[in-house]
């Protein structure tokens, strides 16, 4: 039986932004409208918080909604979904379509655990059909807190503007020890190679990085590789450890 905390008829991104979100990030307002706002995006994150506590050691997986299933990076993201799901992690998303769906379709496929963090948007889309449970934020920002927060691991398959700001962010705070021995994995090496390209002949040597901050990044096409880098993370830096399954075909952890 597949559990959610919407119906699966629900609408993924239905709403578009409102009103009082523009006028929100307009610049100063009336303080009673700033408090309104503050205790709001407070439930936001402890709604989140009360969703996702109990969901299991989880790996985020970030890539474009765009993609279609006959695409090779679709292909890609559902053995990293299938390989996740079996070395026991519950594998997290965006919710949608595209490699988001493929990372989630991946994990389903071999019994594992399948959850998604999704964001209103004005476009109408519906929640990939592939999730165990999701949950929907209005704002991005707290998204993003929950797609770090339970996961010890972040794997980027190839994507736009969101996938961008989600591999920067994350990787930023790697760099400045907010979290600290998290893999960040890019998958597409074809893809990704005039960003490289970009930090080390530009970044690094403008002297705006450090030599090492690209070396935080593990850059694979193979999904056999992405998967050991992050249970390497998960048992020796984490001190996670397998206990047998109890009821379901995946594995779970202590």
Sequence with gaps: MRLGWKSRDAQWGKTPGTLEEIQFLRGPQPRRFDLWRTIRICGEFLRGFRAL???????????????????????????LGGQLARAGFTVMTGGGPGLMEAANRGAREVGGRS???????????????????????RHFYVRKVMLVKYSYAFVALPG???????????????QTGKIRDFPLVLMGQEFWQPLLDFIETRLVREGVVDPGDPKRLT???????????????????????????????????E
Excluded: K, M
Aim: one cysteine or more; a negative charge.
């Design 53 to 79: 506590h109990f969901v299991g050691p989880c790996v985020t997986v970030f890539g474009s909604a765009r993609f279609p299933e006959t695409h090779p990076y679709y292909v890609l993201g559902r053995q």
């Design 115 to 137: 959850v998604g963090c999704n964001i209103e948007l004005p476009q109408e889309q519906r929640p990939n059909p592939y999730l165990d449970r999701w949950i929907t934020f």
């Design 160 to 174: 736009g503007f969101g996938t961008l700001d989600e591999i920067f962010e994350t990787a930023v705070l790697i």
């Design 219 to 253: 850059v694979t096409d193979s999904v056999e590789e992405a998967v050991a880098v992050i249970v390497d993370a998960a048992t020796r830096r984490f001190g996670l450890s397998y206990r047998p399954p109890i009821r379901r075909r995946w594995l779970l952890w």
